[in-house]
Structure formats: structure tokens, C-alpha cells
């Protein structure tokens, strides 16, 4: 049933132009009556979905409204149509507006959630999306790529939206640029709320593309304005500019751990950007710079500690003569008016060099083309801790301008550098937990390039014609930013804050009780097991935040199938699993991911534990995710595996979790696999897989194993070997060390257990 | 003396600006008195130079002028004022104009003529150059590359000026883009007449180059219009534009041994021009198309013949990810409303595919991306003569959408194709030897792909919004172009064309005659020896087209030092040698270049003559060039060295001679370098050396060839040997062909003279 409802065109929004249409508001209640009522609109009609589930539905939004009268699809209460199941929606034609809708449990059966097109000739121009949400709406399988929204056309916006939890590979929001339809094309991507992207496990995790290398020549004129984006963690790309004169403009970077990046592409202008981190996290990156004409003007970057690619400004050096998917040289960029406060080492150049590796990499892999034409000019650093290196040259910074730029190191010595000069400054708060330097660098001259006079405004959007100074911030009287204040961002129906709830601990005596309280807990529940054994016979579904504990050990013993686990690590399953003694009958698992369908991250901390008798500890399956695993003071022993996590075999560049640490734990008759941790493909920027074995010992381990390897890590970037002891273990080498990148062990102690070597540089598939 | 007229400024030139200031015009008389008033300009001055010859002078015309008060700097009288010797203009600041100037009889001692900046920072804006006229200006040797005019800054204007005859590496115009001082120039180059540029003999000889590989991701929106470009042979590309967004617009190629190339960067708009040949050189060629988004539209092709590189519309493969100086695949073109009358072949695509080459090429030279995304539509094409394949596939055109294109091929049958349809058309005159189909395609529906509505006029100018039809031309009552009517492009103060005069002939009859009458003959006269002998003790020195020639035979003898030539070929130096018995006395030269400062070509021309006794037939020195070196029934004998022109050897792909042709000669005792021949570098583009050695008898030839090779032609891309006797040489090879190339044997007889072998592919050194 169709309702109705005629109503009077406003008048006075349509003055100067077409004649009123009549306008109609029809209600939809299904799939038939949206596609038949679509296929009626006329501009200035108003498409209503009713309240409540839309299950697969896949929605063709293909019309013309005009400016004036366009034509909408909206919610019939913002928030209340939840697009569920196998459902999509695509928009083409002109001056279309869509409103209001959550996208959640389920996800898409094309490439995209949303895409401005309907086929590859019809696009969308002058539509817009906005006020809705999608949350966790992703693939089954993380390697099935897909993207969230995805551009086509001209003059299409996504505003005031909420965009939270995509898992699988694939950028959250790509503008695509082929084809004369899709260039030129001056979208809009603001006012969104970007909450967070748990870490991908490799790349191809972006939170928002721009283009492609393969249309890098294209001029794009994208702007992404007022978004917050936090902990955007999805990999070392936040946003990925790859095309011509994009706009990143007064965005919050809050916690995020990547960088905006300019990697293919020219003349970007990320202006009035606010980079904030925790002054810990090495992960929360700023701004890296690739290729030509950049502007980087009045942004503020606050308590960040990255390095090299995630440092506060990376200037990257080039191949010479590129190839179109790898690094052009930078050249004619400015950074200008911006200022950093406690973020060490900010200005960081040539970096990526790898001149050293000429004689081992071919010539076109080399990035030995510095930075030239590049103006850093204007600029404020302030630090609490004096950095005693502001500038670290990775190659040198012989093409970069110093000038008028100040810097307070608190008295800490620092390399002297032309352009960068010492001076006392203080801060004053401009909001919570926000602090600057506004004052004291009145009389530094400031420098004057060519084209400066288009840096027009500060950070704050105040006019730098008059009483102009630099760094980001003009001064003036009372600045109170509010910066994290979330309902400024995305949809205005929706809040990503989750009231922190006390746990409910619910005790369980027997193996019934066990399964229908884990069942029935709450997210971060606690289910405490009390003394004694417990017999399991099917696998424990783990599908939340669950603890599992007990006072005294209590033992579990798993006698169910083999090959099946005890703890099933379904997606968003995420086990403590603290003080327990875990047997099997050999042929099962401690604890394993599905086999497929892990469209959620899960994860796995063990703490105080014995896990014996099993045929593998740990089995993740391809295509798992665990954003962290860590075994702690727990012991594995007489087991046929331990830790498996090596079937990311694509060599894409992913791996099963970000973090796999093992600390004060024993090992003890392990016979194979004992940690088995894998990471293919070649791609410098992939910077994951951490591995920490600390503090614990291995003994009577890898007497099948055929790799004769112990801690197998292959590919894995960062790995920490350290106060160890390897006593009796039946293999030629404890681990092999990658030695071009963050391998380290130090501390073991070796007996009769082979040696740890380190390879410089290991053979490995490229990415690109 | 400097006299100084103040007069009134011309208020209402100036309405809505700032006050008119006081305007002097100040008369200069010598490089002093000019770069004192420099240093004084003020807005509206006028710096008038005095007529005359002003010798070895830099001027560097730095002032601030306004946009309605400029700084003019001009010729007392127009084409009043030689510049000559050692000299050069540079300008910086704003607002300048320079007008009248002749440069000639000289050089610069710069890098550049005309440079619009005078340091690397201090550029020129809002500058322009007028009125002038550049000829023969240049640098003493050829491998000495300079510009002729280099734009930098922003919004320079070259205007209504003649520029010919370079000779020497480098373009003669060239806009370069590094630094952001430089960028978006919004350049100007209108109205000029680009004159002759004679064959450059290798690269390096654009008329226009619009940035480089290295700033081919910058925006430059330089126009290019209204000129005349008249042989401009320099080499294959005419323009190479190598940035974004320029235009090429309403110019007319006039019988132009080259093409316009969008060699780097994307989106060149190429609309309006008008290319013309002469229905038979292969060489004057269209448009060629790299990378992406360039818009080909209203142009009319017009008797060409060109082929593969140098076709009508020439659509290369590129390179996959391709370095940044190579090809980037041609992506997202737009090919229509053209017109091409008589031209054979004129849509080629794949161009320079060599797929075929995948074993013996590294990945990175392999061209095998074919175009994407391009539509070639509404377009006429009309054939007197039919062309059974117009469209020609080096590779599959799978990536292109015809569309509404019509042919008449009067009658003969073509591959069909959809989108290109037969119709019977007629030729409707619209000026003086140009007829172009108007009519008679009235109903064919047009193609509008995205963005099409921009393409709103034709060739003419004329509006698209009614009556729109398919070509370059909408029909309308008469047309009458005077396109060739050199008074409209150019200074309006110089003609290029010269009158024909009736040759003189002087009779000559002893050596002291022949020395004198050489020097005071004019251009192409006829030196008419007596019957008998000349003993020449002195090389006679040729400097100008010149005729030598006697009636029955006359023998001169040269006895002069040895190493040194009987003829003498300097710059300009154009001999025809006819019927002349030419001896030496087995240590000279018969011909030679000069060793150095050859800056201008030169040219040979021997008939019914006989050389012998003679070092070296023919010693062409390196940097020397000339068009075309001619033997005709000649007979060379008895010499240690025949034809050598070898001395190009800096593998830039440069050679001593575009045609080297032996017709109906006879070598015989010739003991070395028979015919040495020699080009060197590998680079795609090169078209030239052309070796013709037809109905020739060699005998007893190469007795001291440590080469072991009778004719030595390696890296010459055109090769015919052909009916030519090859009798009793005692070399193991007559000739090693170039397989890949251009290089043809055929119906030689070889008589105990080794043999003719083919390479496929030589080992070159790489140009770029």
C-alpha cells in the first residue's frame, strides 16, 4: 500500500528559477513500491521508507531531480529504516539526496555498499548521501575486497554520515576517476564521522582513496573537509590521495593510526588539519608526502611520536624516472604556518631511502631522488622534552628552503639548521586538552614564497592579512575548540559512545551451565568456573568480549572431535581466558578461528594457563583476523603444533593478528609449529605483524618439525626475540631474522637447540 | 646622449586604475645608456632603442610595470634594430613588453635567446615579446643545445613574431615549468610565424616544447594559437607537449616534417588546426597521441600521407605503469567532429606496439597497453583516391567506441567497421587549393559522449548549438580561407618570402679567376670553368649555394696541403659539382666540412664527375650537417678513404646527413671507409639517416677495411641497396642491415665481396 501525500511546493526556495512542480511525499513500505515509485519521481518528490528491517534489498536509486527541486530518498525517521542482510543501494542521475539510513548487519552483494553509479555510463552527478550510518557491514571473507561508498560522477557528497568497523579489504570510501564522467569532479566528503577501522593485517586498509595510480594524471578536485577521523587504525594510509588537486581541510585525525598520504598525484592541499595522538603510540602518524606541488599549510600536529613513514611530516624520496605505481620525486611542495606540539622529530626527509640496497634491488626500485623546490617555511615546533633532532635526514634535505621557522626545545641542544631558530615560548589552552604556542614569534619575519599570498587564513579560518604571524594559530584573545565534541561529526541520530558497563560475573558449575551462561552473558561478562573439571564434549562458541576465569585452576578437558576446537573463535569473539588448565585428547584444538565467514575481527589473551594434549594451541584459519593474541605466564606442552597463524599465503601483505606475544610462558614438547607466524610479499610501506617472545622457555620443542625452525616468522616486520632460553629443541635454527627490517633478539639463552640467524634480505613476491 | 621626452599619459586608457603616472619615453643609443634607464623605468616609460646595429649585448630588462601602465622596450623603428654578434634578452618583473627587435648574425651566450626570467627566482609575469623576429641565430656548433625563446614565470606572451632557421640541439621555444614561480602560466603563443627549421639530423629539434618528463604531472594551461608553422622539419615531433592542460588551437602545419605530440602530461586540448601536405612526403605527419584525456576536435587533415608514428591521428600503446619518461597508456581521448581530406590511413592505433619484441626487450620498454576509454566519433573522412584501410590496427582498438563517423572512399571497399559508415560526399571550396566536404551528412545522427557540450563551435568558430553536424566544418554560405597569407602571422615588418632570381654565370679560366668569382658570386650562381686544367693550391671555400661546372670535363687539380679540401663546405655552403674532373694528390680531401663551427648546414650535390687520388672522397666532420650529400654518375677511384660521415658518435641519435643517395656511381681502389655512415643511440622516435646506394659498381674496394665492411651504415634507420654490382672487394661483408629498421637489398650482384647479413636487433646505447 502506497500512501500519498500531495503538498504545496515551497515557493520562496525556488525563486529565480523553474516553475514549482507538484511535489509528492510517497511512502514505501517494500522493495516493489521503492523501485516502482523510483521510476515515477519527479523533481522535488520525496520517497519515504517506513520504519523498521529492510532485508536484501538491493536499491537502484536512478532519477533526475533538478538544484532546485530535487528529488528524495529518506527515512521515515532518521535512523529507523535499517538496511539489513544482502543489500546495497546505487544512485545515478542528477540532484538526488538520500537520508537517514542504517546499514548494518548484513553486507553487500557488489563492490560497494553505495556507488554513485548504477552502470558503468550512468553515474550520479550533484547527489548526496547523508545523515546515515554503516556500521560493520562487511564481507564474509576479509579477502573478498570491496569498498563501503565508492564515487562516480560529478558533484556527489557524503555528508554527516557515521562509518565505523569495516574489517575486510578494501578502502572505506574510494573516489574512482575513470572515465571523462568521473574527472574534474569537485565531490564532497564532509562532516563525516570516520570511527574506527580496526587494524587490517596488511594493506589495502584505507579509510578514503582518492583515485589510483592508474588515474593519477587525472585532476580530481575532491574535498575532504570537517570529517573526525578516530582510530582509523585500518593500515599506514588514513587517506590516500592519488589524484590532483584533492582538498584535506580542517579534519581531526584523532588516535588514528596511519597518515594522509599523498601517494600518487599532485598539487594536494591539506590545510587547517588537526593530527592528534596520545604522545605514546608510535602508530599515530601525520602527513607523508610523495610527488609534486603540495601545500601543507596551518595544521596542527599534537603529541605524535611516529617514525620515519608515520612521522609528523615524512618527505619520501623518489625513484628517478618512476614507474606510474611506485614513488615520483617530490618536488615544488611547501609546508608552511603549521605547528607542532611535543611531536618528536617532526620533519623527517628522504625518507624510504634505499640507496644502501643498490647493489641488491634493481634500479627501479631505488628511492634515491631527494626532495627539490621544497619550501619549509613559517613553522612552530614547541617541546616539553627537548628533541635533540627536530630534522632527521634519512638522505639529504639539500633541496629543501629553511626559513623563519622557530622552535622551542626547552634548552635541549638540537643540530643547528639555517631557517630554524631557538626561542622561548609558552603555551596557552585553546581547548581541552589542547595547548599551544599562540605568542612570542610576533617579530619573526616571515617568508614569503611564491603564490603565499592564496594562504589567505590560519588554522582557524582568521584572516592573515592583518597582524599575520607564523604557525598555524593567529593569536588571539579565547580560543575554546571543542574538537572531539562527536555531534558536530556524522549522523546526528547516531552516537558511537558506548556507556561502560560493570560486568557481570556469572558463576558456572557445570559443563550445561557453561555453555548456556556463555551463551546468554553480556558483552565483557565475566563467567568464573569453579573448582574442579570440567568435560567438554563440543566446541565452546566464543562470538563476544567474554572472560573466562576460575579461582584454583579448574580444569577443562575437550574430548570432542578432532580437528575441532575447544574454544571456536567465531567473529567479534574475543576470550580471556584467565587461570585454567585446557587438556585435549591430542587430536583436537585449544583454541581456532572459523574456517570462513570471519567477517569480524576476534581475539585471544590467555593468561595463568596450561594448555596440553592438543593437537594444535592455537589454528587460525586464512582470512582470520586478530587485532591482538598474547599468552601469558601459561604453559604448552605435549602438544603436535603450537601457535599456527601462517596461512595468509597470497603474499599480499597480510597476516593473521597485529600482535602475537608470548611472555614468561614455557613450551615444552611441542612438536611442530611452535610459532608459526607468516607474512608474504614485498611492499615498503606494509608496515605489520609484530611478534614479542619474551621472558620464556622452550624445551623438547620441533621434533617433527620438518622446516627445522622453531619460531618461524617469515615476512613478519617486527619481531622482538628476547630473554629467552632454548634448552634441547630438535632443530637447526631457533628463528631466522629479517635483517633489512625491526628484527631483533638479544638475551636468549641457546643450548642444543640450533642457532638464530639473521637473512638481510629475504626473496619475497611484490605487492605492486 | 639620452633624449628624454616626457609626454602625457593617455588618460582614458587608464580609466577605473591607479593615477596615470608621469610616462617618459627614453631614446637609448648603446648597452649603457639602456641598462641605466632599466634600472630607472617607472610605469608607462617607454626605452625606445636607437636604430642600428647593436653588437654583443645582453639586455636584462628587469622593471615593474602595470597592467595599465607596462614598461615598453622597443626598436626606434620596427626591424630598425639588429642585435647581432654575442647577445641576449632576458626580462623579470612585471608588465614588460619588447617589441621590433631583429636578431641575427649571432648567438646568445646564454643557454637561451629570449629567457623570461633573468635568475631562478626573479621571473618574468605578465611579460611580452612582440613584432620580433629571430633568424639564423645560432650557436656556433651543433651539439651546443640552447632555446631560442624559454618561458618561465607566469603569463608571457610571444606574439606576431618570426623565428627560423635553427640548426643547432634544442628546441626553439620551450616553456618550463619547474617551480611553483612557474606553474599554471597561462602562457601566450599567438600569431607567430615559425619559418623553416631544416632537418636536425636526430632529437632534439622541436619548434615548441611545453615542459619535460620531469614536470609532466604540472599544470601549465599554455595556449598555442593562430601561428603559422612552415617546415618545421627539425624532427618528428613539431610541438611536444609534455604538460597538463594546454591548448593547441586554430594553428595551420603548413608542409611540416613532424607532428604535434602529447608526448607527456594529459589533458592537451588540440582544437581548431588546420595540417597540411603536399599529398606525397611521408613525412609531414598530424597528431600523436601519449597519456591521457587529450581532446582532439574541429581539426582538418588535409593531404597527408604520413604513416605509423607520423599517421593523421596516431594513438600509441603505452608502456604498463610506465616509468615516468616512457609511455603512459592513452586513456579516456576524445577523437572528434575532425574533417581529413586525402589523408591516407589517418586513424592508426597501437603505434609503436612491440609486443613482438617481449624476448629481446627488458618489461619496461614493452609497449603493450592499448588505448582505454577513447572515443573517435563524428568525424568525416573523404578520399578522392580510396583507402581500402583507414583505420589501421598496429594493435587491437578494442578500448575505442567509433561512432557517427562517415567516409567516402568513392567506391572502394574498406574493412567495415561499426561506427564508420559510406556515404557519397562532395567537395565544396573554402579557399585557394582547399576543398573539403560541407554537405551530405546532414542526418547523421551526432555522438555526445560526457562533457561534449563544451565542444561548441567548429573550426571556424562558427556555434555548434544549432544545426550541428558531424566534421569540423558546419556548412555555411561561402567560405574563403587565405590560410598561407603570411602577412597575417609574424612580425608585420618581415617577409620570409624570397623572390627568384635568374642564376648569373661566370666563366672562369685559371685559378686566381675561380678563387675571386667564388667569393663575389651570389646565392646559387653559376661558376663556369674553362675546358683544360686548374691546379688549386688552396681549398676553395663554398659558403653559399653555389653551381661549379665546366662543358667537357675540366680536370682541377688540388695540390694543397694534406688534410686539407679542394672544396672547402662551410655553414650555408650548398655545392652542386658537375662534370668536373676532380684529382688530388693522394693525401687531401676532395670535399670536407669545416671542424668546427658548423652552424649552419650545409650541402653536396656531385654529378658526371670523377674524384680520385684524394685521402678522403668526402670528410663530413662531427657537428656538421647537411640535408642531403649527392653522387651521380660519378665514379670515385683510387682513393685511401671513400664517403665518411662517422663522427656522430655521442649515441644521441644524431648523423652528419638526413639523405646520403649514390646513384649510378662506380667505386673503384677505394681502400677503406668506402661509404661510412653512421647514427647511434636507440630511441623509438628516431626516424632518420636515410643511405640510397643504387646502380653502383664497386670493384677492388676495402683492401685496408679493418672493418671488414664495404658500406657501413650502422643505426641508419633507412637503408635501400639496390641493383648495385659488388665485384672482387676484399671485405668478409658488403652490408649488415638493420633488420628491425627500415633497411632493404635488393637485386645486387656480389662477386667475391663477402655478403649482406641482417641483424634484427642492434645493441644501442639508450637515449633517455
Given at each position: 500500500m502506497k500512501k500519498v501525500v500531495f503538498f504545496l511546493s515551497v515557493l520562496?526556495l525556488s525563486?529565480?528559477?523553474?516553475?514549482a512542480p507538484i511535489s509528492k511525499a510517497i511512502k514505501v513500505a517494500n522493495a516493489n513500491e521503492l523501485s516502482e515509485s523510483i521510476a515515477n519521481a519527479q523533481p522535488g518528490d520525496e520517497i519515504v521508507l517506513a520504519n523498521g528491517v529492510w532485508r536484501d534489498v538491493e536499491i537502484k536509486f536512478s532519477a533526475k531531480g533538478t538544484?532546485d527541486w530535487p528529488i528524495v530518498l529518506k527515512a521515515e525517521t532518521e535512523g529507523g529504516v535499517f538496511i539489513e542482510g544482502v543489500s546495497s543501494l546505487e544512485l545515478s542521475g542528477e540532484y538526488l539526496e538520500v537520508e537517514g539510513l542504517f546499514f548494518r548487519n548484513g553486507?553487500?552483494?557488489?563492490?560497494?555498499v553505495i556507488a554513485?553509479?548504477t552502470?558503468?555510463?550512468?553515474?550520479a552527478?550533484h547527489c548526496s548521501v547523508s545523515n546515515c550510518v554503516i556500521?560493520?557491514f562487511?564481507?564474509?571473507?576479509?579477502?573478498?575486497?570491496?569498498?563501503?561508498?565508492?564515487?562516480?560522477?560529478?558533484?556527489?557528497t557524503?555528508s554527516h554520515c557515521?562509518?565505523?568497523?569495516?574489517?575486510?579489504?578494501?578502502?572505506?570510501?574510494?573516489?574512482?576517476?575513470?572515465?571523462?564522467?568521473?574527472?574534474?569532479?569537485?565531490?564532497?566528503?564532509?562532516?563525516?564521522?570516520?570511527?574506527?577501522?580496526?587494524?587490517?593485517?596488511?594493506?589495502?586498509?584505507?579509510?578514503?582513496?582518492?583515485?589510483?595510480?592508474?588515474?593519477?594524471?587525472?585532476?580530481?578536485?575532491?574535498?575532504?573537509?570537517?570529517?573526525?577521523?578516530?582510530?582509523?587504525?585500518?593500515?599506514?594510509?588514513?587517506?590516500?590521495?592519488?589524484?590532483?588537486?584533492?582538498?584535506?581541510?580542517?579534519?581531526?585525525?584523532?588516535?588514528?593510526?596511519?597518515?594522509?598520504?599523498?601517494?600518487?598525484?599532485?598539487?594536494?592541499?591539506?590545510?587547517?588539519?588537526?593530527?592528534?595522538?596520545?604522545?605514546?603510540?608510535?602508530?599515530?602518524?601525520?602527513?607523508?608526502?610523495?610527488?609534486?606541488?603540495?601545500?601543507?599549510?596551518?595544521?596542527?600536529?599534537?603529541?605524535?611520536?611516529?617514525?620515519?613513514?608515520?612521522?609528523?611530516?615524512?618527505?619520501?624520496?623518489?625513484?628517478?624516472?618512476?614507474?606510474?605505481?611506485?614513488?615520483?620525486?617530490?618536488?615544488?611542495?611547501?609546508?608552511?604556518?603549521?605547528?607542532?606540539?611535543?611531536?618528536?622529530?617532526?620533519?623527517?626527509?628522504?625518507?624510504?631511502?634505499?640507496?644502501?640496497?643498490?647493489?641488491?634491488?634493481?634500479?627501479?626500485?631505488?628511492?634515491?631522488?631527494?626532495?627539490?623546490?621544497?619550501?619549509?617555511?613559517?613553522?612552530?615546533?614547541?617541546?616539553?622534552?627537548?628533541?635533540?633532532?627536530?630534522?632527521?635526514?634519512?638522505?639529504?634535505?639539500?633541496?629543501?628552503?629553511?626559513?623563519?621557522?622557530?622552535?622551542?626545545?626547552?634548552?635541549?641542544?638540537?643540530?643547528?639548521?639555517?631557517?630554524?631558530?631557538?626561542?622561548?615560548?609558552?603555551?596557552?589552552?585553546?581547548?581541552?586538552?589542547?595547548?599551544?604556542?599562540?605568542?612570542?614569534?610576533?617579530?619573526?619575519?616571515?617568508?614569503?614564497?611564491?603564490?603565499?599570498?592564496?594562504?589567505?587564513?590560519?588554522?582557524?579560518?582568521?584572516?592573515?592579512?592583518?597582524?599575520?604571524?607564523?604557525?598555524?594559530?593567529?593569536?588571539?584573545?579565547?580560543?575554546?575548540?571543542?574538537?572531539?565534541?562527536?555531534?558536530?561529526?556524522?549522523a546526528n541520530w547516531y552516537?558511537?559512545?558506548?556507556?561502560?558497563?560493570?560486568?557481570?560475573?556469572?558463576?558456572?558449575?557445570?559443563?550445561?551451565?557453561?555453555?548456556?551462561?556463555?551463551?546468554?552473558?553480556?558483552?565483557?561478562?565475566?563467567?568464573?568456573?569453579?573448582?574442579?573439571?570440567?568435560?567438554?564434549?563440543?566446541?565452546?562458541?566464543?562470538?563476544?568480549?567474554?572472560?573466562?576465569?576460575?579461582?584454583?585452576?579448574?580444569?577443562?578437558?575437550?574430548?570432542?572431535?578432532?580437528?575441532?576446537?575447544?574454544?571456536?573463535?567465531?567473529?567479534?569473539?574475543?576470550?580471556?581466558?584467565?587461570?585454567?588448565?585446557?587438556?585435549?585428547?591430542?587430536?583436537?584444538?585449544?583454541?581456532?578461528?572459523?574456517?570462513?565467514?570471519?567477517?569480524?575481527?576476534?581475539?585471544?589473551?590467555?593468561?595463568?594457563?596450561?594448555?596440553?594434549?592438543?593437537?594444535?594451541?592455537?589454528?587460525?584459519?586464512?582470512?582470520?583476523?586478530?587485532?591482538?593474541?598474547?599468552?601469558?605466564?601459561?604453559?604448552?606442552?605435549?602438544?603436535?603444533?603450537?601457535?599456527?597463524?601462517?596461512?595468509?599465503?597470497?603474499?599480499?601483505?597480510?597476516?593473521?593478528?597485529?600482535?602475537?606475544?608470548?611472555?614468561?610462558?614455557?613450551?615444552?614438547?611441542?612438536?611442530?609449529?611452535?610459532?608459526?607466524?607468516?607474512?608474504?610479499?614485498?611492499?615498503?610501506?606494509?608496515?605489520?605483524?609484530?611478534?614479542?617472545?619474551?621472558?620464556?622457555?622452550?624445551?623438547?620443542?620441533?621434533?617433527?618439525?620438518?622446516?627445522?625452525?622453531?619460531?618461524?616468522?617469515?615476512?613478519?616486520?617486527?619481531?622482538?626475540?628476547?630473554?629467552?632460553?632454548?634448552?634441547?629443541?630438535?632443530?637447526?635454527?631457533?628463528?631466522?631474522?629479517?635483517?633489512?627490517?625491526?628484527?631483533?633478539?638479544?638475551?636468549?639463552?641457546?643450548?642444543?637447540?640450533?642457532?638464530?640467524?639473521?637473512?638481510?634480505?629475504?626473496?619475497?613476491?611484490?605487492?605492486?
Amino acid at each position: 500500500m502506497k500512501k500519498v501525500v500531495f503538498f504545496l511546493s515551497v515557493l520562496f526556495l525556488s525563486f529565480g528559477c523553474e516553475k514549482a512542480p507538484i511535489s509528492k511525499a510517497i511512502k514505501v513500505a517494500n522493495a516493489n513500491e521503492l523501485s516502482e515509485s523510483i521510476a515515477n519521481a519527479q523533481p522535488g518528490d520525496e520517497i519515504v521508507l517506513a520504519n523498521g528491517v529492510w532485508r536484501d534489498v538491493e536499491i537502484k536509486f536512478s532519477a533526475k531531480g533538478t538544484e532546485d527541486w530535487p528529488i528524495v530518498l529518506k527515512a521515515e525517521t532518521e535512523g529507523g529504516v535499517f538496511i539489513e542482510g544482502v543489500s546495497s543501494l546505487e544512485l545515478s542521475g542528477e540532484y538526488l539526496e538520500v537520508e537517514g539510513l542504517f546499514f548494518r548487519n548484513g553486507h553487500s552483494p557488489k563492490s560497494n555498499v553505495i556507488a554513485f553509479r548504477t552502470s558503468e555510463k550512468e553515474v550520479a552527478n550533484h547527489c548526496s548521501v547523508s545523515n546515515c550510518v554503516i556500521l560493520d557491514f562487511n564481507n564474509l571473507n576479509r579477502d573478498d575486497d570491496n569498498l563501503w561508498v565508492q564515487f562516480y560522477g560529478k558533484n556527489n557528497t557524503l555528508s554527516h554520515c557515521y562509518l565505523a568497523g569495516k574489517t575486510n579489504g578494501g578502502p572505506t570510501v574510494r573516489v574512482d576517476l575513470k572515465g571523462n564522467q568521473s574527472i574534474r569532479n569537485y565531490h564532497q566528503i564532509i562532516n563525516n564521522h570516520f570511527g574506527p577501522r580496526p587494524r587490517k593485517g596488511g594493506a589495502r586498509g584505507e579509510t578514503i582513496q582518492l583515485g589510483s595510480s592508474f588515474t593519477s594524471m587525472s585532476p580530481s578536485n575532491t574535498t575532504i573537509a570537517n570529517n573526525l577521523f578516530e582510530a582509523c587504525n585500518g593500515e599506514v594510509e588514513i587517506i590516500s590521495s592519488k589524484t590532483n588537486f584533492n582538498i584535506i581541510k580542517n579534519n581531526v585525525f584523532y588516535k588514528s593510526e596511519g597518515s594522509v598520504v599523498t601517494r600518487h598525484g599532485n598539487y594536494c592541499l591539506i590545510d587547517g588539519n588537526y593530527f592528534i595522538g596520545d604522545g605514546e603510540n608510535e602508530n599515530f602518524g601525520g602527513i607523508r608526502i610523495v610527488n609534486t606541488g603540495h601545500w601543507i599549510t596551518n595544521n596542527l600536529f599534537y603529541n605524535l611520536k611516529g617514525k620515519n613513514f608515520r612521522s609528523p611530516l615524512a618527505i619520501m624520496n623518489g625513484i628517478p624516472k618512476s614507474p606510474l605505481n611506485r614513488y615520483n620525486q617530490v618536488t615544488d611542495v611547501v609546508v608552511a604556518y603549521n605547528t607542532y606540539v611535543n611531536s618528536n622529530a617532526p620533519w623527517q626527509f628522504g625518507v624510504g631511502t634505499n640507496i644502501d640496497q643498490a647493489d641488491v634491488l634493481p634500479k627501479s626500485e631505488i628511492r634515491s631522488a631527494r626532495p627539490l623546490r621544497t619550501e619549509v617555511v613559517n613553522n612552530v615546533i614547541y617541546n616539553e622534552v627537548g628533541d635533540p633532532n627536530p630534522i632527521i635526514e634519512h638522505d639529504k634535505a639539500d633541496g629543501v628552503t629553511f626559513a623563519s621557522n622557530i622552535i622551542d626545545n626547552n634548552d635541549v641542544l638540537f643540530a643547528k639548521r639555517d631557517g630554524l631558530d631557538s626561542k622561548t615560548l609558552s603555551l596557552t589552552s585553546i581547548g581541552e586538552d589542547l595547548s599551544v604556542p599562540l605568542l612570542g614569534f610576533e617579530d619573526v619575519e616571515i617568508y614569503s614564497g611564491f603564490d603565499f599570498e592564496t594562504i589567505t587564513k590560519d588554522i582557524l579560518g582568521n584572516p592573515r592579512s592583518k597582524s599575520n604571524q607564523i604557525g598555524a594559530f593567529l593569536n588571539s584573545e579565547t580560543i575554546d575548540l571543542d574538537l572531539l565534541d562527536k555531534t558536530k561529526y556524522g549522523a546526528n541520530w547516531y552516537s558511537n559512545v558506548v556507556e561502560v558497563k560493570e560486568p557481570t560475573t556469572h558463576s558456572v558449575t557445570n559443563e550445561a551451565e557453561l555453555v548456556s551462561k556463555l551463551k546468554a552473558a553480556e558483552n565483557n561478562d565475566i563467567i568464573e568456573l569453579k573448582d574442579g573439571v570440567f568435560a567438554v564434549s563440543e566446541s565452546l562458541i566464543i562470538s563476544k568480549p567474554i572472560v573466562i576465569q576460575s579461582k584454583g585452576k579448574t580444569e577443562i578437558v575437550y574430548n570432542g572431535p578432532a580437528n575441532t576446537p575447544a574454544f571456536a573463535l567465531h567473529p567479534y569473539g574475543k576470550l580471556k581466558l584467565k587461570n585454567i588448565k585446557l587438556k585435549g585428547t591430542n587430536t583436537q584444538f585449544a583454541f581456532a578461528s572459523l574456517k570462513e565467514n570471519m567477517f569480524n575481527h576476534f581475539g585471544l589473551e590467555v593468561s595463568d594457563s596450561e594448555i596440553s594434549h592438543f593437537n594444535y594451541a592455537l589454528k587460525v584459519y586464512k582470512q582470520s583476523f586478530a587485532e591482538e593474541i598474547t599468552f601469558t605466564n601459561t604453559s604448552i606442552s605435549n602438544c603436535e603444533n603450537g601457535l599456527e597463524l601462517s596461512e595468509e599465503t597470497n603474499d599480499r601483505g597480510d597476516y593473521n593478528t597485529e600482535y602475537l606475544t608470548v611472555n614468561n610462558c614455557s613450551f615444552n614438547a611441542v612438536k611442530s609449529n611452535v610459532i608459526d607466524y607468516y607474512r608474504g610479499g614485498y611492499d615498503e610501506s606494509t608496515i605489520g605483524g609484530n611478534l614479542l617472545v619474551l621472558n620464556s622457555i622452550f624445551t623438547n620443542c620441533g621434533a617433527n618439525e620438518k622446516g627445522r625452525m622453531l619460531l618461524n616468522h617469515r615476512g613478519i616486520v617486527n619481531v622482538t626475540i628476547s630473554n629467552n632460553t632454548f634448552k634441547d629443541n630438535n632443530v637447526d635454527f631457533v628463528a631466522i631474522l629479517w635483517g633489512a627490517k625491526n628484527n631483533n633478539a638479544s638475551e636468549n639463552s641457546i643450548t642444543n637447540s640450533g642457532q638464530i640467524k639473521t637473512e638481510q634480505n629475504l626473496k619475497l613476491k611484490l605487492m605492486y
